[in-house]
């Protein structure tokens, strides 16, 4: 079965610190995955994805994440908060079922940034 | 700004109404989603639409009726719903070609039912 597990379920981190959000999955192929930001009140913005090309995938606004097979990991960081980042992250992988693609997401990771 | 419009963006009705949630993308996506998403979790998948077929239907009941008129244009038409269906009603598109593919998401619909 795929899956994918979000290890913290709340991070709290100070503003200028890194971050840190992981993100198992479980796949029994090479999966395309994918980090999203979710900002109150608004919909899902694509931060990343990860489609096979190369395992150190670059994002937008500094957000970066690795993808390691032995582990089984694709973690987001960023070196340095900023305090729009607090949000809540969802980490995703995405399936084909039925002739089309699925997501499965993770149970997201709320980012908190403080002063 | 987001390339997929959803409107209204807030929406409240009685269990007895019969309303209808808009969604429209003009990036030439030939994949449609709906999506519910409930306080502090994660999307829950309602809907596929590709090809303006519908190919998932994730065994959502029938007082919520998906229609997809053309490759832009997405509907939900919602019929004597219930107070658990009070949510943020989420629509995507992406390409239909290959996984590697992202969603792109509206910012939703604030549902509250009466």
């Known amino acids: 079965a795929q899956s994918v597990t979000q290890l913290d379920s709340h991070v709290s981190v100070s503003e200028g610190t890194p971050v840190l959000l992981r993100c198992n999955y479980s796949?029994?192929?090479?999966?395309?995955l994918f980090w999203y930001v979710q900002h109150p009140n608004k919909g899902l913005q694509l931060l990343l994805k990860?489609?096979?090309?190369?395992?150190l995938v670059k994002g937008i606004n500094g957000f970066e994440a690795e993808f390691k097979k032995s582990e089984t990991s694709f973690h987001l960081t960023k070196p340095s908060a900023h305090m729009s980042d607090a949000a809540e992250y969802f980490c995703?992988?995405?399936?084909?079922?039925?002739?089309?693609?699925?997501?499965?997401f993770g149970t997201g990771t709320r980012l908190k940034v403080l002063a | 700004d987001t390339e997929v419009t959803q409107t209204p963006k807030h929406l409240v009705m009685g269990m007895t109404n019969k309303k209808s949630l808009k969604c429209e993308q003009h990036?030439?996506?030939?994949?449609m989603y709906w999506y519910k998403q409930k306080a502090k979790k994660p999307p829950e998948l309602m809907f596929v639409?590709?090809?303006?077929?519908?190919?998932i239907n994730e065994s959502v009941p029938s007082r919520f009726s998906p229609e997809c008129p053309n490759s832009s244009l997405l509907n939900l038409h919602l019929h004597a719903l219930q107070p658990e269906d009070s949510a943020l009603y989420l629509c995507?598109?992406?390409?239909?070609?290959?996984?590697?593919?992202?969603?792109?998401f509206g910012d939703g619909t604030r549902l509250s039912i009466l």
């Open positions: 995507a598109s992406s390409q239909v070609s290959g996984g590697n593919q992202p969603q792109h």
């Open positions: 796949s029994s192929y090479s999966p395309s």
């Open positions: 990860y489609t096979s090309a190369a395992t």
């Open positions: 995703v992988v995405s399936l084909y079922i039925s002739g089309t693609y699925k997501y499965i």
């Open positions: 990036m030439g996506h030939r994949a």
């Open positions: 639409y590709s090809y303006e077929k519908l190919s």
